[in-house]
């Protein structure tokens, strides 16, 4: 069963993000919530992962931070995702410094040898998506969004067939959402766009 795995906007403020959260929350039960942060000092990310941490696991929802494995292991986070753009540590790297407890996660794009190596090195699942980019022009093109759509969805049923670690099908835009959720992921990942109707 393909189980919710929600990721919010990048957030500089997370205090005006929490009542579109619990909207959400009404609605579903996500296994998880990534939370990504704006570029923003140690102190003041420390600060806004408080607003939001004991909210979300109290709620039994497993809480991952994009890109700051230093942080998720001082405060208590569930794990850590690093996406396409993380470069500070190796997979390795961050898979030790995390230990067996804390989950990791590893942004693949559209690449089976990344994937295959972030495995490899230690991380708990990995994710398959289309470049964060391309959504801006999928109206103009919709040859475009099915191509990248197909290739996802190729990847994501290739993965689950042959592979023991979970997999994450990322959607970009609503025909993505509706296809991906039924490619046999394990997790099914709306992008930000999932929250603007919760936004009122």
């Known amino acids: 069963m393909c189980e919710l795995y929600l990721s919010t906007p990048l957030l500089d403020q997370v205090a005006g993000f929490m009542p579109v959260l619990k909207r959400a929350l009404e609605q579903c039960q996500p296994?998880?919530?990534?939370?990504?942060l704006a570029p923003m000092g140690d102190e003041k990310a420390q600060e806004q992962l408080a607003v939001i941490q004991s909210f979300v696991q109290e709620k039994q929802i497993a809480l991952l931070l994009e890109?700051?494995?230093e942080l998720a292991c001082q405060t208590g986070c569930?794990?850590?995702h690093l996406s396409l753009e993380y470069v500070a540590r190796s997979v390795q790297d961050v898979r030790r410094l995390l230990g067996e407890d804390r989950q990791l996660g590893v942004a693949a794009g559209l690449s089976r040898d990344k994937a295959m190596c972030a495995g490899e090195d230690g991380a708990d699942y990995v994710s398959f998506e289309s470049p964060r980019d391309?959504?801006?022009?999928y109206k103009k093109d919709p040859k475009q969004e099915e191509e990248h759509t197909n290739q996802v969805v190729s990847l994501v049923q290739w993965w689950s067939e042959m592979m023991e670690l979970p997999v994450v099908a990322c959607a970009h835009t609503p025909h993505q959402r509706a296809v991906l959720a039924k490619s046999g992921a394990d997790f099914f990942m709306p992008d930000e766009q999932w929250w603007?109707?919760?936004?009122r």
């Open 196 to 199: 603007e109707a919760l936004y």
């Open 67 to 69: 890109n700051k494995p």
């Open 31 to 36: 296994a998880a919530l990534l939370l990504r």
């Open 78 to 80: 569930d794990g850590v």
């Open 134 to 137: 391309y959504k801006r022009d």
